[in-house]
């Protein structure tokens, strides 16, 4: 069942989308060449716990194995749900952060790529193509609108690019769970799929590659990478649908239509 929120509930997660938004600056001001991922994981959390919040990947357990950090580090081909641990940031790398905190019962979610310099033209062109195709899934987030407008506007926009979509992870419904339906897939067909109407909230995230669009999972369960070794970004916001259009919650920015960045 699709949830819709309730205006104080709509409050609640304005409220957590920002505590979400100033813990993303805080690992922003401090990310640096030679830091492990398991110093970024302890900055994360301690930013989470002095915004009055939990970290809510800490000890997720979809499946066997619950999920050991307070924020999700992928690296270079690693797509999604890196491990942090050891190993160090260095020159050149493709970092996808993915950021998840519970403030007053209810969930935020978001993700941002960054090129470590100097990093690879066609690298940046990766994470801007997939920065672009969020904001456009986006402007797809009004009422009227289907499930399906969302995923057809990410990868109208990022196939012709020459960019692989990954098909097996999929953005999602948020609120009092971290994952609600619907699915929101980075794919699909215009005007097909759940309508979105005023008090839904949506996690879109749109996973990008250089190749082709084929995951797996490593041993340790969680860390996702792409089947053909290609690089991968990631970029998310948890977006509620209001009847002004959409609003992104998990932002410093009071701006609430999205401007796309397209060159
Ligand atoms: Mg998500």
Known sequence: MIAVRE???LDVMRSAGRKLAEVVERVREVLAVGMTTKEIDQ???AAILAVGARPAFKGYKPGKVPYPASICISVNEQVVHGVPGKRRIREGDLVSLDFGLVY????ADTAFTVLIPPGDPLDQALLDGTRDALF???AQARSGKRVGDIGSAVESYVTPLGFGVVTDMVGHGIGRRLHE???V???GKRNTGPPLVPGMVIAIEPMITRGGGAIKTLADHWTVVTSDGSRS???EHTVAITPRGPEILTTLDPVP?????IR
């Open 185 to 187: 897939p980075n794919y």
């Open 257 to 261: 239509l999205p401007q796309p960045t």
């Open 104 to 107: 007053g019962g209810y969930y």
């Open 7 to 9: 205006g104080w509930e």
């Open 233 to 235: 970004a990631h970029f």
């Open 181 to 183: 339906e619907p699915s």
């Open 43 to 45: 900055v994360t959390e």
């Open 136 to 138: 456009l899934g986006i």
